[in-house]
């Protein structure tokens, strides 16, 4: 047990930690719901992790969060090409568990199973969607920085942080226009790391 959070176990030699915020979920969501998040998002990070590490790459330790996980390394010592590698890790388990649930789903008859298989089959669907989207820190907005990078570097960040404030904005008015009052929120949070993103 940390001041931040729980120590729950190592991976790879780096200590995932589950931050004190993200009990909050318990108050709002289901308590199956919530371990499906926390599955899901942990898992996304381990991928994340397990590229660094297979790269070379030291990574400090993995934190999961109320809003979000991280896998902490230096990525100022990360080369671009690699960064994108160890990003898409993340998403792309949420896509191999999306695929896995929605066959399991399929297969099985009518059953608790099979509203759990959709809870998690949609929890993985959206994270590889809004991951995927090109929103900073979200790893879609990360590896749209890096390819810019990579063509241009002087304007990679200016570029990226742009695109990424106006994907929130349209993030937020869909959310806003179908009621969808979760999504308005998780746009304004992006909104302001996009914001701080542009200001460096």
Request: aromatic fraction near 14%; hydrophobic fraction near 60%; proline fraction near 3%.
């Amino acid at each position: 047990m940390t001041q931040s959070g729980i120590k729950l176990f190592d991976f790879q030699g780096s200590p995932v930690i589950l931050k004190w915020w993200f009990f909050i979920l318990f108050a709002f969501l289901s308590p199956i719901l919530v371990v499906i998040i926390f599955m899901s998002v942990l898992l996304h990070e381990m991928g994340h992790a397990y590229v660094a590490n297979k790269l070379g790459y030291r990574v400090r330790g993995i934190s999961i969060d109320v809003f979000f996980g991280a896998a902490e390394m230096d990525i100022s010592q990360i080369h671009e090409r690699d960064s994108i590698k160890i990003i898409l890790g993340g998403p792309v388990i949420n896509l191999i568990l999306f695929l896995i649930s929605s066959l399991i789903w399929i297969i099985i008859p009518i059953g608790s199973v099979k509203e759990i298989l959709w809870s998690a089959l949609s929890v993985n669907a959206i994270l590889f969607i809004s991951n995927m989207l090109p929103i900073f820190p979200t790893d879609g907005g990360r590896i749209f920085r890096d390819i810019m990078v990579i063509k241009n570097r002087q304007r990679a960040i200016e570029i990226s942080a742009i695109v990424s404030l106006i994907f929130c904005i349209l993030v937020a008015i869909f959310g806003a226009i179908f009621g969808h009052w979760m999504v308005v929120i998780f746009a304004i949070f992006f909104f302001f790391f996009s914001i701080k993103e542009l200001k460096s």
